[in-house]
Every structure is written in structure tokens, then in C-alpha cells.
């Protein structure tokens, strides 16, 4: 298994600029979600999704992040516009869903807002 | 609300020492407790979990952890260190594997 794949893996854009993320979560695992990694506040669960459905978005900072999962093998985490203080490392993780099924985490995308 | 604390946010041990990271986590309820591994540049790879039962749980690269519901605690342990587990060690709380609670993370260095 390719495990879950994440693109671009770096990205730097400046200031006021549209960024999206995309992630390819393990095939047949029905949750994914979305992490972001800084230093100041470790790593925080931004939005989670069952069956391609939104089912927790309570850690998304504001209204210029937005998710979606149009389909069980692809979702996108769009910061539009872009801040400095969007710079992070995030994560996407996907799990078949079950209440004790691990978590298996991309790689993750490091972005640089200038 | 559920938290953990990772008291030591850095760790320095000599290869072949033993090893002991500590988690204390608050929540209401028996938890799932995780600890995870983070190579650099990579994204968190799972050690080992707890959800009920034995109290000592076994992972993998020879980790194993101990829930201690009296003092709220989740130590991580390994009996000898080895190079290459110089890394940053993550604990986790939640009710569910969905919901996750990280710790702010121990990085561990190792010398030779």
C-alpha cells in the first residue's frame, strides 16, 4: 500500500494568495482528516470526515479555511487568502473509521506564507 | 475537556540506556491513549495504544507503555536505546481513534 499521500510537500506562496493542499487517503479507509503542526501550538486536529462527509470542523481557525472530500480517495484543504501565520506543517491522516482503528499519517505539506 | 502534558520537551540519553518519556493526560473517563513517532520530515507513525484491559501494552521497536489510571499517567519506556530512536515522541488521549488529543511532543536525542 502507498500509505497516504499528500501534495505538494512544500509550498511557498506570499501573502494574500489562494493554497491548496490535497491528500489521497488509504484505499478502503472511510475517515480522513486534516492536521496542522506548528511550534507555538503542536499539532491540532483542524477537520475530520466520515464517508466523505464533514463531521467535526470545530478546529478550523477561521473563515478563510475551507475542506472538502468530493470523493472516498481525494480531499482538499484550501487557506484562501493566505496569512503568515498559516505557516505550518499539515497533516492529512485517514482511518477505516472504527472507534479503535489507528490513525495513519501523510507526510505532511510545509507551507511557507511570505 | 481532554488534555495531555508532556512534561519534558526535550530528552538526551546515551545509546544503550534506558528510556522513560512521560504523558499525563486529563479526561473524565477511561481513555484511548496513543503514542506516536516522528522522524524528521516525516509524518507520525503509531507505537503503540491503549484501550482497555492489560494495563502494559507492547509496540512496535521494542516500546511498550504503562496506563496507570491512579496518577493519570502513560509512560513510554524502552529498555535500551538504540541511534535511530532519536526522533519526537507524541502522546495522544481520546475517546475514540477519531478524536485525538496530541501532546506537545518530547524530542529525544540519542548520543554514542
Known amino acids: 500500500d502507498a500509505g497516504v499521500i499528500q501534495s505538494p510537500r512544500h509550498e511557498v506562496t506570499e501573502m494574500g494568495q489562494e493554497v491548496t493542499l490535497r491528500c489521497k487517503p488509504i484505499?478502503?479507509?472511510?475517515?480522513l482528516f486534516w492536521y496542522r503542526q506548528t511550534m507555538m501550538r503542536g499539532l491540532e486536529l483542524l477537520i475530520y470526515f466520515n464517508n466523505n462527509v464533514p463531521i467535526d470542523d470545530s478546529g478550523m481557525p477561521e473563515d478563510r479555511f475551507s475542506a472538502k472530500m468530493p470523493n472516498a480517495s481525494f480531499s482538499t484543504l484550501k487557506i484562501q487568502p493566505s496569512e503568515p501565520r498559516d505557516s505550518a506543517v499539515y497533516f492529512c491522516a485517514s482511518n477505516s473509521g472504527g472507534a479503535q482503528e489507528t490513525q495513519y499519517f501523510g507526510p505532511g505539506t510545509r507551507l511557507l506564507v511570505l | 475537556a481532554q488534555s495531555v502534558t508532556q512534561p519534558d520537551i526535550h530528552i538526551t540519553v546515551s545509546e544503550g540506556a534506558s528510556l522513560e518519556l512521560r504523558c499525563n493526560y486529563s479526561?473524565?473517563?477511561?481513555?484511548?491513549l496513543f503514542w506516536y513517532v516522528q522522524s524528521p520530515g516525516q509524518g507520525l507513525q503509531l507505537l503503540l495504544k491503549y484501550f482497555s484491559g492489560d494495563t502494559l501494552v507492547q509496540g512496535i521497536k521494542g516500546f511498550e507503555a504503562e496506563f496507570k489510571r491512579s496518577q493519570s499517567s502513560f509512560n513510554l519506556r524502552k529498555p535500551t536505546v538504540h541511534w535511530s530512536d532519536a526522533a519526537e515522541y507524541f502522546c495522544a488521549v481520546g475517546a475514540s481513534a477519531s478524536k485525538l488529543t496530541f501532546g506537545t511532543g518530547t524530542r529525544l536525542q540519542v548520543t554514542l
Open positions: 479526561y473524565g473517563a477511561t481513555p484511548y
Open positions: 484505499s478502503g479507509h472511510n475517515s
